[in-house]
T-cell receptor
Framework: NAGVTQTPKFQVLKTGQSMTLQCAQDMNHEYMSWYRQDPGMGLRLIHYSVGAGITDQGEVPNGYNVSRSTTEDFPLRLLSAAPSQTSVYFC??????????????FGNGTRLTVT | GNSVTQMEGPVTLSEEAFLTINCTYTATGYPSLFWYVQYPGEGLQLLLKATKADDKGSNKGFEATYRKETTSFHLEKGSVQVSDSAVYFCALRGEETSGSRLTFGEGTQLTVNP
């Protein structure tokens, strides 16, 4: 049971480049989400999805796109990278709203640097 | 909106010392409360949780009690070990929260010296 798998672990981009951060889970979780972690700011929610075909914005969605074509995968796209997007990105999943006690399961993160 | 405030770090302790990391929250109704731990180079892992007032969550010697009257969920451990060195996050899920959205505190870095 792999849990939540994120790739790549590290990435360096130049300003203006695009890339996709991959996230996959094998726990049949309905809910998936992306957070970014910055020093002194905790984790901030970028986008989330409550099921295949459904996505919504979190606190800091600008500059990021997501899609959810399958239950397992939830990729995060940066269309034109900016230095302000230098951060550590975490994907997390859980069972749905009906189970309020269901904890989030996190991947090991992607460390992104934009120069 | 919902918010979580944690005590500022970093916190440095000697092995076997008593640990308290303060966490207070703002939310309407009765949120669920969580503590997550992040070891170096890893993602966050659930440490413990509490879902209603006066519940006590516990795991690996850590404890936290859901105090509705003081809107707090302080993390405690009686005797810390070097292996407890990590970043600790307090988080809440509001009653009205769609999906499984969590609101996180800023995180508290704990270093335990032998």
């Amino acid at each position: 049971n792999a849990g939540v798998t994120q790739t790549p672990k590290f990435q360096v981009l130049k300003t203006g480049q695009s890339m996709t951060l991959q996230c996959a889970q094998d726990m049949n979780h309905e809910y998936m989400s992306w957070y970014r972690q910055d020093p002194g700011m905790g984790l901030r929610l970028i986008h989330y999805s409550v099921g295949a075909g459904i996505t919504d914005q979190g606190e800091v969605p600008n500059g990021y796109n997501v899609s959810r074509s399958t239950t397992e995968d939830f990729p995060l796209r940066l269309l034109s990278a900016a230095p302000s997007q230098t951060s550590v990105y975490f994907c997390a999943s859980s069972y749905s709203t009906g189970r309020r006690n269901s904890p989030l399961h996190f991947g090991n993160g992607t460390r992104l640097t934009v120069t | 909106g919902n918010s979580v405030t944690q005590m500022e770090g970093p916190v440095t302790l000697s092995e076997e010392a008593f640990l308290t990391i303060n966490c207070t929250y703002t939310a309407t109704g009765y949120p669920s409360l969580f503590w997550y731990v992040q070891y170096p180079g890893e993602g966050l892992q659930l440490l413990l949780k509490a879902t209603k007032a006066d519940d006590k969550g516990s795991n690996k010697g850590f404890e936290a009690t859901y105090r509705k009257e003081t809107t707090s969920f302080h993390l405690e451990k009686g005797s810390v070990q070097v292996s407890d060195s990590a970043v600790y996050f307090c988080a809440l899920r509001g009653e009205e929260t769609s999906g499984s959205r969590l609101t996180f505190g800023e995180g508290t870095q704990l270093t335990v010296n032998p």
